[in-house]
């Protein structure tokens, strides 16, 4: 199953902008709350020159970029954990996927109302952090209070379990949220069942206003401090700068882009960063028809990576001829990498790494 980022935020603070600007996806944006009900679903291609290196130089006839799975979700409100504003519902769908891009507003707009009257970037963050730490506090509480069922018939693996769970919920007490917690990757396994929301990795993207920098923004400086704090990454767009770069062809952009004089698309970086934010890397395959870059968890194994492709090559797989990326590129492709002897033979036990070029043996 391919991993998601979820989009949340408070209402009127850009979500669907920005996934329509990344995705092309056409979903409602409307200057009221609650214009997204059900999730919206879009793939977004990443922009990636190691791609364009690599298809030159094996003379590819096409290119095929790697995708980052985006989920706008409904605009959070206070009380959502208690149900308002359809809150429950919105909580579970952040509980399925496996990161957080929190849009945070630092625009002020007349003709777009702010729920709260006005613009404070720091609160409206710690509004929609408030309601996933009070879900997580019940669902904390929840689980604390079976495992003490289970102690009390004597179950020892209940009672490490219940310690782990009672320091949880002394720090979700404490308004921290759980990924700021120190935790063993252990713990994390036995924490994730409960699909505690805090947990999950977060990235802030705040939504600028169309001449503002973050240099010069006052609420971006205070938002990467409140970032910074809480263990978040922060990256800066204009959401509605965005949307009119995407609806532009490439040499429309560039000349938008020189009159603004920024030197790229924010969204290309706003996109890598999520990308990584899920623990995703890419490796890549060439050949004269295609040149294709592969998602893949950090970490993983040949045979895993392999299982991007096909379930049958990580089932039958025998070994992973490897050329690193810089390799590829200074010996000018296989047959160069191959006759300097840069192209390994790779088996079970290794871990890809991100830029690797392969080519998979496998019998099935």
């Not at 949340?8 to 600007?21: H, Q």
């Not at 045979?303 to 590129?329: C, K, L, N, W």
Request: charged share 25%; with cysteine.
């Amino acid at each position: 199953m391919a991993l998601r980022c979820g989009i949340v935020g408070l209402p009127n603070v850009g979500k669907s902008s920005l996934f329509n600007a990344l995705t092309s996806g056409g979903a409602a944006a409307e200057n009221f709350p609650f214009c997204t009900i059900e999730p919206n679903v879009g793939m977004v291609p990443l922009a990636d020159e190691r791609l364009d290196k690599i298809a030159a130089i094996a003379g590819s006839k096409k290119k095929v970029a790697a995708h980052l799975q985006l989920v706008d979700i409904a605009g959070l409100v206070k009380g959502a954990a208690e149900g308002s504003g359809l809150g429950n519902k919105f909580l579970a769908h952040i509980r399925e996927v496996d990161g957080i891009l929190h849009v945070v507003r630092c625009f002020a707009d007349p003709d777009v109302p702010h729920v709260d009257g006005k613009i404070d970037p720091v609160a409206d963050a710690s509004t929609v952090e408030l309601e996933l730490t009070l879900a997580d506090q019940a669902t904390a509480a929840r689980a604390c209070e079976r495992l003490r069922k289970q102690t009390r018939s004597g179950n020892k693996e209940a009672a490490a379990e219940l310690a782990l769970l009672e320091r949880v919920h002394a720090a979700l007490d404490a308004c921290e949220p759980l990924r700021a917690v120190a935790l063993n990757d252990e713990e994390r396994a036995l924490l994730k069942p409960l699909c505690f929301l805090t947990l999950k990795p977060v990235l802030y993207c705040a939504n600028l206003g169309e001449d503002e920098t973050p240099e010069a923004s006052a609420g971006y400086a205070a938002l990467r401090a409140h970032a910074e704090a809480t263990g978040a990454g922060i990256v800066a767009a204009s959401a509605r700068i965005e949307a009119e770069l995407a609806a532009l062809d490439p040499a429309e952009q560039a000349e938008m882009l020189a009159e603004l004089g920024h030197a790229d698309a924010s969204l290309k970086r706003l996109a890598r960063e999520a990308y990584a934010l899920l623990g995703l890397a890419t490796f890549y395959t060439a050949g004269p028809n295609e040149a294709r870059a592969w998602e893949f968890r950090r970490g993983a194994t040949a045979p895993e990576a392999a299982g991007a492709i096909h379930g049958d090559m990580q089932r039958g797989f025998i070994r992973a001829e490897t050329i690193s990326y810089e390799d590829y590129v200074a010996c000018g492709g296989e047959a160069g990498s191959r006759e300097k002897g840069k192209l390994r033979l790779e088996g079970k036990d290794y871990r890809v790494a991100d830029g690797d070029v392969l080519l998979f043996r496998f019998n099935v």
